[in-house]
């Protein structure tokens, strides 16, 4: 875990980017939060009442000296963002339902991201994925040619860095989805200096089984394949075929993988989760995101039974999503 890491925090405080948290009143938050701010990485926008944050801060015996704090009740700029989610939303919401979503956490974090007055957006420790990403899609929206959002995992053991997508957002995608998604995560991997080497995972493996389901991995290979020539797809594979190169030898020695993927594409939503809990729990990687990817500016969520370092980590690689999309 530490290259990944040290590599990124000294990129993330070269440019000392702010990532808002519209949960500032969460415990594990501040204390994420004020690690952040006292190890000068970046800077922490907190959502929620000053007095609260500040006297929980207090109580766990950390600094908040250097954390700006926002209340959406007492925003003195207010009524100018009600006035811009309602023109973003064009025609969808009145400035009297604009008003009323902007005083929840979320929509107010996001609204934040949307007008430049923070990088990106680190939420989820107290609510539910929908809560997170709803806002995202209606406000920042994904960028140019892409349908959906889909969200990636990196699995990181040791020197070891494997990426399962998608593992957060789409149930059921088609042969186009799946494509998108392959493109979009391959692209999440360079952004973390990870050569992406991609298998699009099934039950079968070049066609030892027929089904529709393997017959849509296999055609989300070739759209990738012909959309983008420059990545290394191949698909479809059992995960053993993509993975371990003696299995590889046998099922595929056609393949340019070799048994050498690093970046797995599931086939649902079900498979991805599935896949990486169990790599997490009884393979002993540490499960890095989910990674939201395909949106305009970063916002990542976390899971509610997240820790102070889950917060801190998935900071640094929103941070780090801010700096490239810059650069990019």
Same mark, same amino acid.
């Given at each position: 875990?530490?290259?990944?890491?040290? @590599?990124?925090?000294?990129? =993330?405080?070269?440019?000392?980017? !702010?990532? @808002?948290?519209?949960?500032?009143?969460?415990?594990?938050?501040?204390? /994420?939060?004020?690690?952040?701010?006292?190890?000068?990485? #970046?800077?922490?926008?907190?959502?929620?009442?000053?007095?609260?944050?500040?006297?929980?801060?207090?109580? +766990?015996?950390?600094? #908040?000296?250097?954390? =700006?704090?926002?209340?959406?009740?007492?925003?003195?700029?207010?009524?100018?963002? @009600?006035? /811009?989610?309602?023109?973003?939303?064009?025609?969808?919401?009145?400035?009297?339902?604009?008003?009323?979503?902007?005083?929840?956490?979320?929509?107010?974090? %996001?609204? &934040?991201?949307?007008?430049?007055?923070?990088?990106? &957006?680190? !939420?989820?420790?107290?609510? !539910?994925?929908?809560?997170?990403?709803?806002?995202?899609?209606?406000?920042?929206?994904?960028?140019?040619?892409?349908?959906?959002?889909?969200? =990636?995992?990196?699995?990181?053991?040791?020197?070891?860095?494997? @990426?399962?997508?998608? $593992?957060?957002?789409?149930?059921?995608?088609?042969?186009?989805?799946?494509?998108?998604?392959?493109?979009? %995560?391959?692209? %999440?991997?360079?952004?973390?200096?990870?050569?992406?080497?991609?298998?699009?995972?099934?039950? !079968?493996?070049?066609?030892?089984?027929?089904?529709?389901?393997?017959?849509?991995? /296999?055609?989300?290979?070739?759209?990738?394949?012909?959309?983008?020539?420059?990545?290394?797809?191949?698909?479809?594979?059992?995960?053993?075929?993509?993975?371990?190169?003696?299995?590889?030898?046998?099922?595929?020695?056609?393949?340019?993988?070799?048994?050498?993927?690093?970046?797995?594409?599931?086939?649902? &939503?079900?498979?991805?989760?599935?896949?990486?809990?169990? =790599?997490?729990? +009884?393979?002993?990687?540490?499960?890095?995101?989910?990674?939201?990817?395909? &949106?305009?500016?970063?916002?990542?969520?976390?899971?509610?039974? $997240?820790?102070?370092?889950?917060?801190?980590?998935?900071? +640094?690689?929103?941070?780090?999503?801010?700096?490239?999309?810059?650069?990019?």
């Amino acid at each position: 875990m530490g290259d990944l890491f040290e @590599v990124m925090t000294e990129q =993330v405080k070269r440019e000392y980017p !702010s990532i @808002v948290f519209p949960e500032g009143e969460d415990e594990r938050i501040i204390q /994420a939060a004020a690690r952040l701010s006292t190890e000068e990485i #970046l800077k922490p926008i907190m959502i929620g009442s000053p007095e609260n944050i500040r006297k929980q801060a207090e109580m +766990l015996g950390v600094s #908040l000296d250097h954390v =700006v704090i926002h209340d959406p009740q007492s925003y003195d700029a207010f009524p100018e963002m @009600v006035r /811009a989610f309602a023109q973003r939303r064009n025609g969808k919401e009145t400035e009297a339902s604009a008003e009323e979503k902007l005083h929840t956490p979320n929509y107010f974090g %996001t609204m &934040l991201v949307y007008l430049g007055l923070a990088d990106g &957006l680190v !939420s989820g420790a107290a609510h !539910s994925t929908g809560d997170t990403v709803r806002p995202a899609l209606q406000i920042i929206k994904t960028k140019p040619g892409i349908q959906k959002t889909s969200g =990636v995992f990196i699995m990181v053991k040791e020197e070891e860095k494997l @990426v399962f997508a998608d $593992c957060a957002i789409n149930i059921s995608p088609s042969a186009g989805d799946l494509a998108e998604i392959a493109i979009a %995560t391959a692209d %999440t991997a360079q952004a973390f200096d990870i050569d992406p080497k991609i298998a699009m995972l099934s039950f !079968s493996t070049k066609g030892s089984a027929q089904s529709p389901e393997t017959e849509k991995a /296999a055609d989300a290979t070739a759209t990738v394949q012909q959309e983008r020539p420059d990545l290394l797809i191949d698909g479809e594979f059992q995960f053993d075929a993509a993975y371990v190169p003696e299995v590889a030898a046998k099922k595929a020695p056609d393949s340019p993988l070799k048994g050498e993927a690093n970046v797995f594409i599931f086939p649902s &939503l079900e498979s991805g989760n599935i896949g990486y809990k169990l =790599v997490q729990r +009884l393979g002993g990687y540490d499960a890095v995101g989910p990674i939201l990817q395909g &949106l305009n500016k970063p916002v990542n969520d976390l899971s509610r039974g $997240c820790s102070t370092e889950d917060v801190y980590k998935l900071a +640094l690689i929103t941070a780090k999503q801010a700096i490239t999309n810059k650069t990019n």
